[in-house]
């Protein structure tokens, strides 16, 4: 195939795991021409030099503070050729020569502006992680991913539109995000896929699921996420997602269940069980939302 794909990951403190990512790239991807684009986005190290000194055939970017997950893969932005763009965590990993079957997948759906392999888990490489989203509901804004945890028998391997994408892994068609533009920034960490898919929406785009390529991520089925960070964070978007995507009665409605009741209950189980740190992050997180609110960055 004549079209080009460039692979965009940001790295933070990760060198090992990117260059394992970078590697499985090289060894598994024959079928399309490609390009890596890194940023390092404020490693405590310049990780970008050493990157470049062990793949001296890849683009690397160092950023001296952290822009956050949509500012880090913005940043590569301007450095990717690619007609393809695919936006990848570092903590995956590329065992198949499939992604040509991405852009394969974009070319015969002209109406989808991205594309998302199936993802399943490194370490339980048989289970699935990712298979498509639900649409989200009602002003509790609930959705979940399709296939979540489920063994990979071929159940969950019917290609088609979704609602969501998944970060980890993310195609996108180049004339989809210059017609739409590129990630909000407005988040840091988590929502970004999600807000992005709502502005490709409002442009009449869609998302497509294409279960031919797997992808897999180093990431823990087991894994607590309650630290003080990821509270803080998943809170904070919650509501920013909400101000800027939903209007009217389920706006006012998820605000405010987000504010009163989902972090109502975040704090008090934080505090029953001795997690201080991350009980003081869900009011933080609120507090900064109305900040952002008032200053109209939101």
């Excluded at 290609?159 to 195609?171: Q, R």
């Excluded at 898919?197 to 785009?205: N, V």
Aim: include cysteine.
């Amino acid at each position: 195939m004549n079209k080009k794909v460039s692979f965009i990951t940001v790295n933070f403190n990760g060198k090992e795991q990117t260059a394992d990512m970078i590697r499985s790239i090289m060894m598994n991807v024959r079928s399309c021409q490609w390009e890596v684009i890194v940023v390092d986005n404020g490693s405590s190290i310049d990780e970008a030099k050493l990157l470049k000194e062990t793949f001296p055939q890849i683009t690397c970017i160092r950023s001296e503070q952290n822009l956050g997950f949509a500012g880090g893969n913005n940043l590569a932005l301007e450095h990717a050729c690619g007609d393809y763009l695919f936006f990848i965590n570092n903590d995956t990993e590329i065992l198949e020569d499939k992604v040509h079957l991405l852009c394969k997948a974009l070319d015969e759906h002209p109406q989808a502006a991205m594309v998302c392999p199936k993802i399943c888990f490194f370490d339980s490489k048989d289970t699935i992680q990712y298979a498509g989203y639900t649409p989200m509901k009602g002003f509790r804004m609930k959705n979940g991913m399709v296939g979540y945890g489920c063994k990979d028998d071929g159940t969950f391997d019917k290609a088609g539109f979704t609602a969501f994408p998944h970060g980890a892994a993310m195609m996108v068609r180049r004339a989809a995000l210059e017609d739409v533009g590129p990630m909000p920034e407005v988040y840091f960490l988590y929502y970004e896929e999600l807000d992005w898919t709502m502005m490709f929406a409002r442009k009449g785009w869609k998302i497509y699921f294409e279960p031919a390529c797997t992808i897999y991520h180093k990431d823990s089925m087991t894994t607590k996420r309650f630290g003080p960070v990821f509270t803080y964070y998943m809170t904070r978007s919650r509501l920013i997602f909400a101000r800027r995507n939903l209007s009217g009665m389920q706006r006012w409605l998820s605000i405010r269940f987000t504010r009163y009741v989902a972090s109502g209950k975040s704090f008090i189980v934080n505090l029953l069980h001795k997690r201080g740190d991350s009980a003081l992050a869900v009011i933080r997180a609120n507090i900064d939302y109305i900040k952002m609110r008032n200053r109209k960055e939101i």
